[in-house]
T-cell receptor
């Protein structure tokens, strides 16, 4: 069975600083995908970044990067140069495939607060 | 633009009522999902559907059923609403592609009184 663990219920970061949100996962599958989503107070889920298990390079999307350490089964999200608009819930998720055929399993989330 | 639309943003229903939550996607996705979100528990899968009239139970299907008569529409049904079903409900759809992310609706906050 797949499991996603986010051990930081809440995090604070100073504006313009970088922050790392932790995510570990457990799976016996060889092929899987890892996702990060942002959920602002308005409630919508915004896709941020994706990493496939066979991708050798860490994924990056603008200020977001995914620090993928396969042997440790970790997929931490790094946000550089934090902005006030980054304050939100962040969810790590995993799918036991890289094709879109299956469910996404979510962690419990980390609430990030950016301090001016 | 990709769109997943849930019929209601907020709903208040009485205990014992039959409740329908509707979700429509315009992306021709095969896979659609219903999640429930509660504080400290993240998103938990209730049901998902990988084709018309096909469904599979997720982690917490008790007290819920689903219907998918058309590809674009996936309905969640609370047969007899109870107060412990007060929650945020999120619908999502997913396609098969290079980056197969799920697209979410805006969520329905359901309160059962």
């Amino acid at each position: 069975a797949q499991k996603i663990t986010q051990t930081q219920p809440g995090m604070f970061v100073q504006e313009k600083e970088a922050v790392t949100l932790d995510c570990t996962y457990d799976t016996s599958d060889q092929s899987y995908g890892l996702f990060w989503y942002k959920q602002p107070s308005s409630g919508e889920m915004i896709f941020l970044i994706y990493q496939g298990s066979y991708d050798e390079q860490n994924a990056t999307e603008g200020r977001y990067s995914l620090n993928f350490q396969k042997a440790r089964k970790s997929a931490n999200l790094v946000i550089s140069a934090s902005q006030l608009g980054d304050s939100a819930m962040y969810f790590c998720a995993m799918s036991p495939d890289q094709t879109g055929a299956n469910n996404l399993f979510f962690g419990t989330g980390t609430r990030l607060t950016v301090i001016p | 633009d990709v769109k997943v639309t849930q019929s209601s943003r907020y709903l208040v229903k009485r205990t014992g009522e039959k409740v329908f939550l509707e979700c429509v996607q315009d992306m021709d996705h095969e896979n659609m999902f219903w999640y429930r979100q509660d504080p400290g528990l993240g998103l938990r899968l209730i049901y998902f559907s990988y084709d018309v009239k096909m469904k599979e139970k997720g982690d917490i299907p008790e007290g819920y059923s689903v219907s998918r008569e058309k590809k674009e529409r996936f309905s969640l049904i609370l047969e007899s609403a109870s107060t412990n079903q007060t929650s945020m409900y999120l619908c999502a759809s997913r396609y098969r592609g290079r980056i197969p992310e799920a697209f979410f609706g805006q969520g329905t906050r359901l309160t059962v009184v």
